[in-house]
């Protein structure tokens, strides 16, 4: 066996430095995916049938294809149609941010159905249209219940991101390789990649129970 | 007591599906008036009052508002905050704090001052006993406290009219009195209240009409002195028997 961290132990501040970029993908996805997610969840729970379908059918396209197929298709395949070039920071977030939004809407729109009934006659009965009780009354309940699913939908796209390396962004996992690459090692470099985004995850983890243990206060 | 028509019903019909619970009620609510709706379960009398804020769409019938054809109006959002309602089961935002919950739809739809609406929600905790608890969340509240709550939120909107969708039957018997006591104290104020409930004493006590619904119809109307010492149909007779 022939393993030797020390060869990489300079390496580390470089590996390190892929973070803000992992950490950028994922927080731009995580945004977009939510509001795209809530917007085609209320299409899903409409009653307009149009709506409806064109949900159901974007999300059975999202989960029937590989990601990185999709991401390929926005970075490679898009410029061939229309001249535009995405940077591959556009193509990482666009990519994410409609897959997350496939898997999201499933979540959100069971969260909305989970409020009780009442929430929304009693918002109706004030005289509030739908779309502000929507966001005032019965979203803020509903995100409560489904913080969970959606920290670790989170979690799935910050581990996603990881394939913008094929596009040459230098992320967490780019760097690892670069790293690699030079030093012609491969196992040092991608352990260290790999214990980097356990920490982040763990770190979003608990993050995350503190800020459902502050929701729950109230309770 | 019989100032103009605030609400008029014509013909009301409502089915779910095939079940068919409205089977063409016809009368009309004055302002000013306290009206009590009673019955069996079963009978519509909730589904009646749900209509008149079109939480239940009717699907036959006319519903009049002041005069104006609501039945099937687009902005229904509009009239609804005309009409207050309070619910069985509160329904009090949990995310919000008693106060929140006042001045939510003031803030956001009469697109009225924070602070004012503050101080307006404040002198409307104080009306019904609870100006304390102006900064708790709802979970911290008793049933009784609860629903005195809703009343303040759903006065805080200034409607004409007030529906109570039986306010008192979720709640332990020691709290039942406080309720109506606010209750009381709002009738004594003149506004116009349709209040369905099991609460043969409160409707005998405070109303100046008794609708009698039985099977989706308007079995009886009538004053209460007349509809608790003679009612005239046999389905009322064997109610009150029940229930007194």
Known sequence: ?219 | MTGDRIIQVEDLNKSFGKLHVLKGITTNIHKGEVVAIIGPSGCGKSTFLRCLNLLEEPTGGRIYFNGKDISHIKEVAKIRQHIGMVFQQFNLFPHKTVLENITYAPIKIKKIDKNEAKEKGLVLLAKVGLQEKADVYPSRLSGGQKQRVAIARSLAMEPEVILFDEPTSALDPEMVKEVLDVMKSLISTGITMAIVTHEMNFAREVSDRIFFLDGGKLAEDATPENFFSQPQCDRAKQFLEKML
Do not use: H
């Open chain 1, 1 to 219: 066996m022939n393993l030797d961290f020390s060869r990489v132990w300079g390496s580390i501040p470089f590996i390190l430095q892929g973070i803000p970029t992992t950490l950028q993908y994922t927080l731009l996805s995580v945004v977009f995916g939510f509001l795209l997610g809530v917007i085609l969840s209320l299409c899903k729970i409409s009653g307009i049938k149009p709506l409806d379908y064109f949900a159901q059918a974007y999300t059975s396209i999202f989960r029937g294809v590989p990601l990185i197929l999709m991401l390929s298709l926005v970075y490679f395949g898009i410029p061939q149609l229309t001249g535009y070039n995405f940077s591959a920071l556009e193509a990482g977030v666009i990519t994410f941010s409609l897959n997350s939004a496939a898997y999201v809407s499933e979540t959100i729109r069971a969260g909305i159905l989970a409020v009780d009934r009442g929430q929304r006659e009693a918002a109706m009965s004030l005289g509030v249209p739908y779309l502000l009780y929507m966001w005032d009354i019965i979203l803020p309940q509903a995100l409560k219940n489904i913080l969970p699913a959606l920290v670790n939908e989170s979690i799935n796209l910050l581990k996603d991101t990881a394939l913008v390396s094929t596009l040459g962004a230098q992320d967490i996992l780019r760097s690892a390789q670069i790293v690699g690459a030079e030093k012609y090692l491969y196992f040092e470099p991608l352990i260290l990649a790999g214990v980097i985004y356990y920490v982040l995850v763990i770190t979003l983890t608990f993050g995350a129970t503190a800020l459902e243990k502050w929701m729950r206060r109230i309770d």
